[in-house]
Every structure is written in C-alpha cells, then in structure tokens.
C-alpha cells in the first residue's frame, strides 16, 4: 500500500483549536498579537512561522510542531507489525481505515471499524485462512462502520460497540471491558471527546503493543472535539500517551504512528516537547 497521506495540515490543526477553545477570530488575534489578516492568511495556507508561533501560544499548541507540521517537516516513520493489517478506503471526499488482528496459532482474527468497504478485510481473511470471531467499532460515525452489516454477514462474527453510542446490530458493552481472541488480549480504555462512545482497544499479544484509537487522535493532529475539545485533550493524556512510548497506535485516518513519535511531534500535546 502507498503512504497514506497524514490526515491533517496545519491549517486543520489551527482551526480544531480555536473551535475547541471557542475563540473568534477578533479575539485570538488580539491575544497572539498578529493581524486580523494575518491570521486569516495563515488559516488560509500562509506558512508565517513567526505568526504561527505566536498562535500556537495562544492555542496551547507546541509552537516548533506547529511550524513542522506548516513546512511539511515530519512524517511517521513506517510502521509494520506481524498480524497486524490496516485497510484504507475512500469514503466520499476522505479515506478511513480498518485493522485487523489475528493469532498466528488459532488462526482467529479481530476487525476493528469496517471502512467505508470491507473487501480488503474479507479478501485477507480468505488469503490467511483467518476466521474473524469478533468486530469492534471504535465509534459509530458512518465512515467506520459502513460495511458493518456485510462484515458481520459475511464472517458470522459479532460486533460490539460501547454502550454510550449503541446502535443496531452491535452488542454493547462498558468501558474497562476486556476481550480475549486466541493469544491476544485486549483493554478497553474510554477516549470520548470527537464522539460521545469513543473506545481505544489496547492490544496484547502480538509483538509490540498497538493501541487502535478510532479518531481520537491522528499522526500529527487529533480528531475533532465534536463532544468536548477539553475532553478529547484530557482523555487522550490520560489513555493514550500513558501507554508505552513504542505503543503502535492506529487511527481512524491517516498513517500509523506511535506514542513516542507523537509525543515529539504532535502540536496538541506541548507538554512532551523539550
């Protein structure tokens, strides 16, 4: 598979800010100290790194990450763990992933989110001899689970979502419920925030820990604060970047990445920059 281009620029990461914090454009200008037209130019795609720094400020967005993100500097290095797939489909005007994990000795295998087409999974479960018994929904925005009702149709296997977004056709459960699949255990940790049933499932049992964490955070940016910017930040310190910094973490959009490189590299986290 190509690169998957990262899901957010700059000026996406500026705007998910000021929305979050609720500030008009009068008055973050005002408080960085830049030009109404300044700030316009630089959410328009004006790369000003003076301008962006003194914005992040305000935004409490890590100023060097911001200026990375702007000149295009960093991108996840690759990232490939054994029985660990990603899928990524085009959903409209954007693409979405899917995961899948599997034990190599049961030969059976966990989906996580359908994508907007579940082909790819079901084309590499066939390949692998791999008998899916378990879908997860990370959460229940259309673009992750779109094929649910084909997956489900088609591998047997039951989908569980958490009860704060329940749906049809998925069995809930709550937060700090454990999974077990062959040798791979899994940790359901709660990062509501971009939605109100938001689930990071932190894997075990395969050769480094992987964390799949829907849209609540991405390479390089994180997922809309639709529910509560404030949460999403909170929520994500505390489930996320707790985690092991090699910790392979697989969003929603975007390429895979780690904690460690997100720790470096992610504007909207400052408090882990030097």
């Given at each position: 598979m190509a690169s998957i281009p990262l899901e957010d620029n700059f000026t996406d990461i500026l705007g998910k800010a000021q929305r979050g914090l609720k500030l008009t454009d009068a008055d973050l200008a005002s408080r960085a100290g830049v030009s109404v037209d300044a700030l316009t130019a630089a959410k328009g795609g004006k790369v000003d790194e003076s301008a962006l720094q003194k914005l992040a400020k305000v935004l409490n967005l890590a100023p060097t990450a911001l200026v990375e993100s702007a000149n295009q500097a960093w991108y996840p290095p690759g990232l490939q763990v054994n029985r660990?797939?990603?899928?990524?489909?085009?959903?409209?005007?954007?693409?979405?992933?899917?995961?899948?994990?599997?034990?190599?000795?049961?030969?059976?295998?966990?989906?996580?989110?359908?994508?907007?087409?579940?082909?790819?999974?079901?084309?590499?479960?066939?390949?692998?001899?791999?008998?899916?018994?378990?879908?997860?929904?990370?959460?229940?925005?259309?673009d992750h689970i779109a094929d649910l009702d084909r997956l489900k149709r088609e591998t047997g296997a039951t989908a569980h979502v958490c009860s704060l977004e329940a749906i049809p056709g998925a069995e809930t459960f709550q937060t700090g419920k454990t999974f077990q699949v062959g040798s791979l255990k899994l940790e359901t940790r709660q990062t509501t925030g971009h939605s109100k049933g938001g689930i990071t499932y932190v894997i075990s049992g395969l050769e480094r820990p992987v964390a799949v964490v829907g849209d609540a955070l991405f390479a390089g940016s994180m997922g809309g604060g639709m529910i509560s910017y404030a949460d999403a930040l909170a929520n994500n310190r505390k489930h996320i970047f707790s985690l092991p910094d090699d910790t392979v973490i697989c969003p929603g959009h975007g390429p895979l990445t780690t904690v460690r490189e997100e720790k470096r590299h992610n504007p909207f986290y400052p408090e882990f920059k030097n």
């Amino acid at each position: 598979m190509a690169s998957i281009p990262l899901e957010d620029n700059f000026t996406d990461i500026l705007g998910k800010a000021q929305r979050g914090l609720k500030l008009t454009d009068a008055d973050l200008a005002s408080r960085a100290g830049v030009s109404v037209d300044a700030l316009t130019a630089a959410k328009g795609g004006k790369v000003d790194e003076s301008a962006l720094q003194k914005l992040a400020k305000v935004l409490n967005l890590a100023p060097t990450a911001l200026v990375e993100s702007a000149n295009q500097a960093w991108y996840p290095p690759g990232l490939q763990v054994n029985r660990l797939a990603q899928f990524n489909t085009p959903y409209n005007d954007i693409t979405v992933n899917s995961y899948l994990v599997w034990d190599p000795k049961s030969k059976e295998g966990i989906a996580f989110d359908t994508g907007a087409d579940a082909s790819a999974i079901l084309k590499t479960v066939k390949d692998r001899q791999v008998s899916i018994k378990l879908i997860l929904l990370t959460h229940t925005h259309p673009d992750h689970i779109a094929d649910l009702d084909r997956l489900k149709r088609e591998t047997g296997a039951t989908a569980h979502v958490c009860s704060l977004e329940a749906i049809p056709g998925a069995e809930t459960f709550q937060t700090g419920k454990t999974f077990q699949v062959g040798s791979l255990k899994l940790e359901t940790r709660q990062t509501t925030g971009h939605s109100k049933g938001g689930i990071t499932y932190v894997i075990s049992g395969l050769e480094r820990p992987v964390a799949v964490v829907g849209d609540a955070l991405f390479a390089g940016s994180m997922g809309g604060g639709m529910i509560s910017y404030a949460d999403a930040l909170a929520n994500n310190r505390k489930h996320i970047f707790s985690l092991p910094d090699d910790t392979v973490i697989c969003p929603g959009h975007g390429p895979l990445t780690t904690v460690r490189e997100e720790k470096r590299h992610n504007p909207f986290y400052p408090e882990f920059k030097n």
